[in-house]
Every structure is written in structure tokens, then in C-alpha cells.
């Protein structure tokens, strides 16, 4: 341990791997520490009886839920954008190579008391039911709009300058009902509040336009995709990808502390009485809860069930979002479902998560709503956990501190993290222009 890294890497949390991979791969010397026996941190996958000694202590599970080993249940589940950009880092560093990927079957959306699938084309929105005959007119010429629009071709950006025109505007050009607007906004372009109406449309538009294309990439139900086993399996994959270009892994390295030079910059990792130099530190929020702050709570719950989200048309895998206005909340509400067509359980078996930030104490009464749209439950375990920010300034310290997983279904709010800590430690930013036929997804067998 006596050596001297550019980069030491504490927590094997999908965002610290993914970090210590992008680094390896532009050739910094990185030691990659956890002080858990397991990789994946806070993002860990359980199988049942990890599961039940996390939510139910010693009891055992029933037998009746099959083989604990055939489940691996993602503690912080989230599906990716097939076109997005975790699928163009995964691309980037060659970690595609060590994983399967499958089509996630469906992506749906909640409005007034019902589950719809999400329309995302011109064609999809004259199907819809979710509107009315004018609006799905409406909407259709919208998503035509936003088909063709290409930021290089002024032609097709109608008279605007969506760095100037903000979303709204854009919007009520096309003059499109509230209803609308809120799936468009939170199950399409997945905006978390309604602050992206006073923006620049720009943003918006090429969300929208990253779902559409992610849906025409696998002809699915959906646009996203899940590795097979769940997503226990990017620790790991990152895990060999960094000892190819030299990387070391340790786990099991309790205390992991933090060491300090006289100006407070970081310079050090001691564990069990050893220490390692190095320049910079990467870690998650629980290395070093000084330099982070609490800014909100994450409710959840994990289900175990026998059968496919009701109203999904018996999606294996899906996403729905209820968009918070709906629910008469601040903030949206995320369910999450997978099965053993992605091999997270066992043959019969579905996983579902309910999440969303949390805006009381009572993750029950709270994520009602959300529980009461998966039907039956053979088992559910309720949890809220904090989330943190960090709050120091890494120029000063030389610390670089991702912040807690927020409870979306989806990883679009992770990887932009990771790509602006990677950003701050190598002063540039990521080529995200990959071969994106270099990660194929299978459709359902």
C-alpha cells in the first residue's frame, strides 16, 4: 500500500466505479478501496436472504419465494437510455464487453387515476388514449417538430433560437394541454419539477428527442435497456476493466481514512495502519460526511410480486412515472419493475420499486399511491434514506464527493454527476461521440 496513486477511489458505488474506469482509462494510476466485503456500496444487488437480513434481521425467508441465489435486487434500480449517456461511457471505456444487455419492455405514464404508455413519435401520439382527437393532432406535429429539428440546420428550428425561446413558449406555440405538457416533461424529457418551462427550450427539445431515438433504437416497448443479473453486474465489469490498465481493487478495507496535508488538502488513505499517497480522493458521501450536507430523503419500497405491473400489457421489465402534479405533490413519483426475464428472480417472480423524494415521515401513507398500482404483494419492505451533497470545494482539498442517489428510475441525473466530478479532476471534458452499435440489446426470448 506504500505506493503513490494519482487517484484513490473510496466506495465501489456505481458512480465511483464508473469514475475509476473513465481515469484508468486516460491513464492515471488509481487504487480503488471499499470498506465493505461486497462491491456496490449504497448500489449494491442483494439476493433474498441479504435482502431479509436488511429489511427483516434474523428472520428467514419463505420458501415459498424460490432460491435466495436467483434473486439479485438492485438496491438503487435504474434503467438506462439506450442512445443516453451511460450507454456512451460504458461504450467509451469497453466495459460493454463484459455485460448483457436486454430491452426494458415498457415506459408508461400515470394521468388521472390511470397508466398509459408513454406516446413518443407522431405515429405513437394519433394511438394514444391519452388524449383527445384535436390535442393528439396537436401533439403529433409537435413531436414532428422535434423528430426533425437539428441544432446545425436552422430550416428546421421554425423561426426560433431555442437558446433564447424557453419551453413554455415553445409549448404554447403548439398550444398543448397541461396533460400534455406533464407527461412530455416528466416521462419523456424526465425533468424533475416544472423549473425547465423558463428555461431554454434547447435542452428540453433534445431530451425529448434522445427518448424518441432510444425507442427507435430496439424497436422495444421502450427506450431503455437493463443488464441481465441487474446492475450488480457494473461494479464489477468496472472492476476488471480497471485492473486491464493496471487499476487495483480492495475490499474489505475498514476505516478508510482520509488524510490531510497542513494546507487541507488531501494527500493519503490510512487503513489498518497502512497509508497510501495520493493526489486526489473520489468518494461517496460516507468517507467523508464533514464535507457533505443533507438536502433531502429518498422513501421507497421494495416488492416482491407474482405477476407484472396491472395495466402494463404484462411488461416483464417497465418504468412508470406520476408526475407530481398528478398526485398533487413537489416532487415525482417512480415505479419500477423487473423479473426473471432479466434474471433479477426467480422463474414467476417480479421486482418492483416505489420512489420518490420524500415529503414526510411516513413512507407508507406516502408512497400509497404508487404501492396501490402494483396489485397484489407476495412480500414489501419500506426504507427512507438521506441524501447528500457535498459541500467543499475540491480545488481547495482535493476532494471529489459525488452526491447520494436521487429516486429516479432512470440514470440520467447519475451520469451527468459523474461526468462534471470527472470534468473537475482531469480539467476536460468526456468524448461522449462512441460507436453506439457497440452495445446491442436482445429483445424478449
Not at 127 to 156: A, C, H, W, Y
Not at 357 to 383: C, N, Q, R, S
Request: charge should be negative; include cysteine; aromatic fraction near 10%.
Amino acid at each position: 500500500m506504500d505506493e503513490e496513486y494519482d487517484v484513490i477511489v473510496l466506495g465501489t458505488g456505481l458512480k465511483e466505479c464508473i469514475l475509476s474506469g473513465l481515469l484508468s482509462v486516460d491513464g492515471l494510476k488509481v487504487l480503488h478501496m471499499d470498506k465493505n466485503d461486497y462491491y456496490g456500496g449504497e448500489s449494491s444487488s442483494l439476493n433474498l436472504n441479504q435482502l431479509w437480513k436488511r429489511f427483516r434481521g434474523d428472520d428467514q425467508p419463505p420458501e415459498s419465494l424460490g432460491s435466495s441465489r436467483e434473486y439479485n435486487v438492485d438496491m438503487i434500480p435504474k434503467f438506462m437510455m439506450a442512445n443516453g449517456a451511460l450507454v456512451r461511457v460504458l461504450i467509451h471505456t469497453s466495459v460493454t464487453k463484459y455485460l448483457n444487455f436486454k430491452a426494458v419492455d415498457g415506459s408508461f405514464v400515470y394521468n388521472k387515476g390511470k397508466i398509459y404508455k408513454v406516446p413518443a413519435t407522431d405515429v405513437e401520439a394519433l394511438k394514444s388514449s391519452l388524449m383527445g382527437l384535436f390535442e393528439k393532432r396537436r401533439v403529433r406535429k409537435f413531436f414532428i417538430f422535434v423528430q426533425d429539428f437539428d441544432e446545425s440546420n436552422p430550416k428546421t428550428h421554425e423561426g426560433m433560437d431555442l437558446n433564447k425561446t424557453t419551453a413554455r413558449e415553445l409549448i404554447s406555440k403548439y398550444e398543448l394541454e397541461d396533460d400534455t405538457v406533464d407527461f412530455i416533461g416528466h416521462a419523456l424529457a424526465l425533468q424533475l419539477d416544472d423549473s425547465y418551462l423558463d428555461q431554454p427550450a434547447l435542452d428540453f427539445v433534445m431530451r425529448v428527442k434522445l427518448y424518441a431515438e432510444s425507442l427507435a433504437r430496439f424497436q422495444a416497448g421502450s427506450p431503455y435497456i437493463y443488464p441481465m443479473y441487474g446492475l450488480g453486474e457494473l461494479p464489477q465489469a468496472f472492476a476488471r476493466l480497471s485492473a486491464v490498465y493496471g487499476g487495483t481493487y480492495m475490499l474489505n478495507k475498514p476505516q478508510c481514512k482520509v488524510e490531510f496535508d497542513a494546507d487541507g488538502k488531501a494527500i493519503g488513505v490510512t487503513s489498518e495502519g497502512e497509508t497510501a499517497k495520493c493526489k486526489k480522493v473520489v468518494c461517496d458521501p460516507s468517507y467523508l460526511t464533514e464535507k457533505v450536507q443533507k438536502v433531502g430523503k429518498v422513501a421507497r419500497a421494495v416488492c416482491i410480486m407474482s405477476h407484472p405491473i396491472p395495466d402494463t400489457k404484462d411488461s416483464h421489465s417497465a418504468q412508470v412515472i406520476l408526475p407530481q402534479k398528478q398526485l398533487g405533490r413537489k416532487s415525482d413519483m417512480y415505479l419500477f419493475c423487473c423479473s426473471y426475464a432479466h434474471n433479477v428472480a426467480p422463474k414467476g417472480k417480479y421486482i418492483a420499486f416505489v420512489a420518490t423524494e420524500a415529503e414526510t415521515d411516513d413512507p407508507e401513507t406516502e408512497l400509497k399511491p404508487g404501492v396501490d398500482l402494483l396489485g397484489a404483494t407476495d412480500e414489501i419492505f419500506y426504507e427512507t434514506y438521506d441524501r447528500f451533497e457535498p459541500t467543499n470545494n475540491p480545488d481547495a482539498d482535493n476532494c471529489f464527493i459525488s452526491a447520494s442517489y436521487d429516486p429516479t428510475t432512470h440514470f440520467e441525473t447519475t451520469v451527468t454527476d459523474v461526468l462534471a466530478i470527472y470534468s473537475k479532476i482531469t480539467g476536460k471534458v468526456l468524448d461522449l461521440s462512441v460507436d453506439l452499435s457497440a452495445a446491442s440489446a436482445g429483445a424478449e426470448e
